[in-house]
Every structure is written in structure tokens, then in C-alpha cells.
T-cell receptor, first 115, second 114 residues
Framework: NAGVTQTPKFQVLKTGQSMTLQCAQD?????MYWYRQDPGMGLRLIYY???????DKGEVPNGYNVSRLNKREFSLRLESAAPSQTSVYFC??????????????FGEGSWLTVV | QKEVEQDPGPLSVPEGAIVSLNCTYS??????FMWYRQYSRKGPELLMY????GNKEDGRFTAQVDKSSKYISLFIRDSQPSDSATYLC??????????????FGRGTQLTVWP
């Protein structure tokens, strides 16, 4: 029962390098999200995709781009990594409806260090 | 002011204690309230879910929502060392474009010592 799978789990980048975090969910959810989690800051929404073909900015989108490749996959790209992007990144998915609100299921996280 | 406020702790209690975790919020549109548990170096996992006001009980865990005060609580009875984790409250609205977006508290770090 995979749920939300994200790769890689750990990555070290040099300042200015680019990379893509991959995420896939097998729950047939419409909505997918990318969050970052920093000490003392909690979870902050970077981008989300309410449905296939749509993406929207969250609280902290600067320095990131996303692609909703299909219903299952939602990738996060850092075009030119900066030390301020050192964080733990979580991909998540949900099936929002009025009967259940919005229960979000998270992946295991990707630890990214930019040096 | 953040939409959801949560005391980050840390909170340290002995095994068997009753733990009370709380969040306050400012947006009266919030209708769905959740508590997530996050173990170290893991992703958050849903622990409890409540719609609108009232109480919900699941084993040793009780979630309370007081919409008039914009205040939610999670109680853990007979706490165990395995309950040691960070607890995050989260909430969302049911109307407009905010449906589907969760707003999180910063999380409270709990340690239950034997």
C-alpha cells in the first residue's frame, strides 16, 4: 500500500544547481501539494494542484516551479538552488469533498541540503 | 497574524499523564479540523478528524472543537512513550476557493518519558 511516494529521500546540492523532486500517488486523488517544513516554521505550502492540468501558488512559491504531469504525478523543480532552500520537502495528496473536508496524506519527505 | 496558532512546546510528561494540546485560529470559515502526528524523520499522518463543533473520541484520543471560541484541542489519556512525536493541528474551509487547502499550526513537540 504505497500511498504517496517521493524521491529522492536525501539530496545535497551546490548553490546554483538545479534538481527535481518527484512525487507519485496511487490513491486516485485529484489534489496534490508540495510543502516545506523548517524548524520553528511548521509546514508551509509551496504549490498545489487542485486537479490535473491546474497548478497554483501557495505561501512560499518563489524559487520553485511545479508540473502536474498526470493525475498521479506532481513534480517540484528548483531551477537555481539557494541555501535558503535547505529544508525537508513533503509531497501530499487529497480528495477534497464536502463530506470529508480535506484529509491530506503525506509522503515520507525529502531532505534537501544546499551548500 | 498566522491563521492558525499553536504553541510549539516542547511538552514533556510522565507516562500515564493526560496530555492537552491546543490550537487557536482566526478564520471563521474553517469547518474541518484535523490533528496529525509526526514521528521524527517521518511524514505527518492523520490522527483525528472532526467536522464543525463538538467532540470526537478514538481510543485514548479525544478531539474537541469550540467554534465560538475558535479553539481546538486534542487530549491524550494514559499517555505512552510511543506517543512521543510532534502533533500538528490543521484546518480547512468548505466554501470558495479555499476548499482543499489545509492551514497548519507549527506543531507541538511532545515527549512522554517512562
Amino acid at each position: 500500500n504505497a500511498g504517496v511516494t517521493q524521491t529522492p529521500k536525501f539530496q545535497v546540492l551546490k548553490t546554483g544547481q538545479s534538481m527535481t523532486l518527484q512525487c507519485a500517488q496511487d490513491m486516485n486523488h485529484n489534489s496534490m501539494y508540495w510543502y516545506r517544513q523548517d524548524p520553528g516554521m511548521g509546514l508551509r505550502l509551496i504549490y498545489y494542484s487542485a486537479s490535473e492540468g491546474t497548478t497554483d501558488k501557495g505561501e512560499v512559491p518563489n524559487g520553485y516551479n511545479v508540473s502536474r504531469l498526470n493525475k498521479r504525478e506532481f513534480s517540484l523543480r528548483l531551477e537555481s538552488a539557494a541555501p535558503s532552500q535547505t529544508s525537508v520537502y513533503f509531497c501530499a495528496s487529497s480528495e477534497a469533498d464536502r463530506s470529508s473536508g480535506n484529509t491530506i496524506y503525506f509522503g515520507e519527505g525529502s531532505w534537501l541540503t544546499v551548500v | 497574524q498566522k491563521e492558525v496558532e499553536q504553541d510549539p512546546g516542547p511538552l514533556s510528561v510522565p507516562e500515564g499523564a493526560i496530555v492537552s494540546l491546543n490550537c487557536t485560529y482566526s478564520n471563521s470559515a474553517f469547518q474541518y479540523f484535523m490533528w496529525y502526528r509526526q514521528y521524527s524523520r517521518k511524514g505527518p499522518e492523520l490522527l483525528m478528524y472532526t467536522y464543525s463543533s463538538g467532540n470526537k473520541e478514538d481510543g485514548r484520543f479525544t478531539a474537541q472543537v469550540d467554534k465560538s471560541s475558535k479553539y481546538i484541542s486534542l487530549f491524550i489519556r494514559d499517555s505512552q512513550p510511543s506517543d512521543s512525536a510532534t502533533y500538528l493541528c490543521a484546518m480547512s474551509a468548505n466554501r470558495g476557493s479555499t476548499l482543499g487547502r489545509l492551514y497548519f499550526g507549527r506543531g507541538t513537540q511532545l515527549t512522554v518519558w517512562p
